[in-house]
């Protein structure tokens, strides 16, 4: 079993923190040039038709591995006084800490585990309604769905948050691959 830190940003903390976050999609770095296929369960490779082409290593790990939430922090209280860690998902928006951003956070200050249970390679796109809300597709976004005049569609609010993340190198309608980490919280 290896441990990796993965980020995490403060909705998703608290999706995970709630129990409504099961799965985070990532890019695969470089794209897969040809399409993406399964070996074991650890091993994938860029593969056409002719050759098994090149290995893609999950950057994250495999079933039973585990990672570690690195979020935005403080060590600073909001008394200043002591030296209790803040996480900024847990905190008002007008709460007055000097915040670390979550590349920052040392292993020791994370207070999220989460255990492995799948990872499989898919294009952005293929995401499912069940998918889209294991990813944490916000319920608290249904009412600027019905404000925007949308039904409360979980694909839709997970693409409004994957380009919020990620337009400017992979957006939605790029339809990448990604790896699809499955995971439960320990």
């Known amino acids: 079993m ?5 980020l ?4 998703m903390v608290r999706a995970i923190l709630e129990g409504r976050k099961t799965q985070t999609r990532r890019i695969i770095k470089p794209q897969p040039i040809n399409r993406a296929i399964c070996a074991t369960n650890s091993m994938w490779y860029d593969a056409d038709h002719l050759t098994p082409g090149r290995l893609i290593k999950p950057k994250y790990g495999a079933p039973s591995d585990r990672l570690w ?7 600073q209280p909001k008394s200043w006084a ?4 803040h996480y900024r998902a847990d905190s008002e928006p007008d709460d007055v800490c000097l915040w670390t951003p979550s590349i920052f956070m040392p292993r ?4 999220i585990t989460l255990e492995i249970v799948a990872v499989r390679v898919e294009r952005l796109h293929e995401i499912t309604q069940a998918d889209a809300k294991a990813e944490g597709s916000m319920p608290d976004y249904a009412h600027r769905c019905a404000d925007l005049g949308h039904p409360y569609d979980a694909m839709w609010l997970y693409a409004k948050l994957w380009d919020s993340i990620n337009a400017k190198t992979h957006p939605w ?8 980490i499955e995971f439960k919280r320990v």
Do not use: C, H, Q, Y
Request: aromatic share 10%; proline share 6%.
């Open 108 to 111: 020791r200050a994370s207070r």
């Open 173 to 180: 309608s790029s339809n990448p691959w990604v790896w699809v």
């Open 82 to 85: 002591g030296d209790k860690l």
């Open 8 to 11: 995490m940003r403060g909705e």
């Open 2 to 6: 290896k441990e990796r830190p993965i």
């Open 69 to 75: 939430v690195r979020e935005t922090f403080s060590m």
